[in-house]
């Protein structure tokens, strides 16, 4: 299904991220995994089969990283990459009243503008050599409902959002395709320090009655990433195992 694709995922250490490497090479494209902790998104190359893959780098808040990783990507692949997936994400929760400026600027730094850098340099190399592409942007169910403790983190969601819609609309010209994939709650490092009454509060709400796997948005995203789904852009597919905003 994804022959031929060249595929950077941010956040591609752990979760997700990592998940989508492993779903995206599984149908048949070259993965380049970024991480602010290189290595491990060099595990996660390990975990794949073949021998093309990449790690590098990347601290998603900071565009001088991005160029380097790019840069240093470009001797290794034969064209720039064709897929992205921005899944680098953070929380800081803390409850408003208590909100430090530095809990509420870093998650809008990884999550909000992170998605805008890495996007806006792989967009402009694929103008430039005038290649199509699909960017798939991962938000999230709190980016609808709120949640109590994370006002930083919905918001930065809810912005990704209509980020993507708006890019849509000026790409789709580029025949660059933008989506997001709007998870619900995912068993993942990220999660894994809610605590086990709050987790049973949640799945209590959730019509399939359990978390998702990474692996479960992950097919969302090799979706969105093939010519599948070659006539949808600037839309959110919510993943949330019936969880409805
Ligand atoms: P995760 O397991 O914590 O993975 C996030 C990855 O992003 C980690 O490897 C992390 O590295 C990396 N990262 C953090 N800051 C970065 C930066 N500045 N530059 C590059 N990489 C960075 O979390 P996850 O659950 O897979 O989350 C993936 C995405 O899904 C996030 O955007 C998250 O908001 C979203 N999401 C998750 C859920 C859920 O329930 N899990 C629900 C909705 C949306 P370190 O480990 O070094 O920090």
Redesign the pocket.
């Known amino acids: 299904m994804l022959a031929g694709k060249i595929a950077l995922i ?8 990592r998940a989508a490497c492993q779903i995206l090479s599984r149908e048949g494209a070259q993965i380049i995994a ?4 290189e290595s ?1 998104a060099a595990q996660t190359i390990e975990l794949l089969s073949g021998s093309h893959h990449l790690s590098v780098s ?4 900071n565009s001088s990283t991005i160029s380097q990783a790019l840069s240093s990507i470009q001797s290794d692949v034969s064209a720039p990459p064709n897929v992205l997936v921005n ?5 800081r929760d803390e409850f408003f009243l208590k909100m430090s400026e530095k809990q509420f600027q870093e998650v809008f730094d ?2 909000l503008k ?1 998605t805008f850098l890495v996007s806006q340099a792989v967009c402009r190399n694929l103008v430039e050599a005038k290649l199509s592409g699909s960017i798939i942007n ?5 980016g609808r409902t709120g949640n109590m403790g994370q006002a930083n ?1 919905a918001a930065t ?1 809810a912005g990704v959002e209509a980020f993507t819609k708006s890019v849509a609309q000026e790409l789709a010209g580029f025949s660059i395709r933008v989506n997001t994939i709007i ?4 068993d ?4 894994s320090t809610v605590p086990d009454k709050v987790k049973q509060k949640f799945q209590h709400l959730i019509p399939l009655k359990r ?1 998702g796997k ?1 692996e479960e948005i992950a097919e969302v995203i090799s979706f969105l990433a093939s010519d599948r789904s070659s006539y949808v852009t600037g839309t959110s597919i919510l993943v949330t195992g019936g969880l409805a905003t």
């Open positions: 941010t956040g591609a250490g752990s979760g997700i991220g970024a991480d602010q902790n491990n990347m601290d998603v808040s899944c680098a994400g953070i929380t990884v999550n992170g991962i938000a999230s169910i709190v983190y969601k998870p619900g709650f995912i993942t490092p990220m999660t978390f990474p």
